[in-house]
């Protein structure tokens, strides 16, 4: 529920949630006192599907422990992201989650968290810091799988388009698996890269995709790593009639792509990825590990699993809910798990 200093926190423009779970008496410290312990998401990226997911999780997480959670929105300002680990810093918080961003500007913030007695847990952005703990979905193993299914389905042999933005941790660790693949088949030709994270992502992507598959009609496959990347280069090849002529392989989920990837004679052959919600569980979970006193370990993978077109089909897959269903490891990961830690209800 809000709190009741809600005005005051938009000030600065952070939201104040806190939960109202009811505890056993032996937590640990400081959940023994849980409405005391204040903690913080600090955010890079927040348009989309995943993003939001990510959000929810990291609510219901929160919510579960009883703790005051403040979320930072920077809108891909990376100057003001920075600006917000130092207002997190000022506001006396136990903890901060940093998700996405940029290494140049996210490394000496988190440093000065850290410097400030601050636990802190990275979600997909490398802060080069060995006392901060890296949440992540495998980004290289979300690549790895895809590209895996996209030569079953097309053969060693194919001219691709690839959407790329550098400097994003996340999209980098796919990249290596891109060059990986390329380097083992060398029957696969990259005849174009582009990419843009300029909002609406989707919208300026598929911009974007229009001049490529102009420019390079002999593209039936395209790479795209990103689920906000996928659907802006299917706007481009839906709007071009290529949608039996081009395979599009990308990372992460949601309903609405799961319902672009069930429309008929959709491009969208598959999709790697974790449940973001559940990674927004793992990344408090690791979080609160940490202020208990508790080592995480420096790495906090969460498992990734490739969902084809004809998966979702075969089953009916509708939403986020029935691929739960189908796929038990979208409704929770074993990841940062402890006794006295409650989950979500569910």
Do not use: C
Not at 298 to 323: A, C, H, S, Y
Request: glycine share 6%; no cysteine; charged share 25%.
């Amino acid at each position: 529920m809000l709190r009741r200093d809600l005005m005051k926190m938009a000030l600065v423009a952070g939201l104040s949630f806190t939960g109202g779970s009811a505890f056993a008496a032996d937590m640990p410290a400081p959940f023994d006192k849980p409405e005391e312990v204040k903690i913080a998401l600090v955010r890079y990226l927040s348009t989309g599907d995943f993003f939001q997911s990510y959000l929810s999780g990291v609510e219901k997480q929160a919510e579960a422990l009883g703790v005051d959670l403040r979320v930072f929105d920077s809108r891909q300002d990376a100057a003001l992201q920075a600006d917000m680990v130092d207002q997190a810093i000022a506001l006396g918080v136990d903890g901060i989650v940093i998700q996405h961003g940029l290494t140049e500007s996210m490394k000496p913030a988190a440093q000065r968290a850290v410097d400030a007695g601050i636990k802190v847990v990275a979600f997909d952005v490398n802060v080069e810091n060995d006392a901060i703990p890296q949440v992540e979905q495998s980004d290289y193993m979300l690549g790895k799988l895809a590209l895996e299914q996209a030569i079953k389905d097309n053969g060693d042999t194919f001219t691709a388009g690839y959407v790329y933005v550098p400097g994003i941790a996340p999209l980098d660790r796919r990249d290596v698996a891109w060059k990986e693949v390329k380097k083992d088949n060398p029957g696969i030709k990259e005849a174009a890269m582009f990419g843009t994270l300029d909002n609406p992502i989707a919208n300026s992507v598929a911009n974007q995709a229009r001049s490529v598959l102009q420019a390079n009609p002999t593209i039936n496959v395209v790479f795209a790593p990103y689920d906000e990347f996928a659907k802006g280069v299917k706007i481009a090849v839906d709007e071009a009639g290529l949608s039996q002529d081009i395979k599009i392989y990308s990372a992460d989920v949601s309903t609405a792509d799961i319902s672009a990837m069930r429309e008929p004679d959709s491009a969208w052959a598959a999709t790697v990825a974790t449940n973001p919600a559940v990674v927004g569980e793992v990344s408090v979970r690791t979080l609160a590990l940490m202020l208990a006193g508790e080592d995480p370990g420096k790495q906090v993978i969460v498992p990734p699993t490739l969902i084809t077109q004809d998966f979702l089909n075969e089953q009916d897959v509708r939403n986020m809910g029935d691929l739960g269903e189908k796929m038990p490891q979208f409704q929770h990961a074993d990841v940062s798990v402890a006794e006295w830690i409650p989950l979500p209800k569910r």
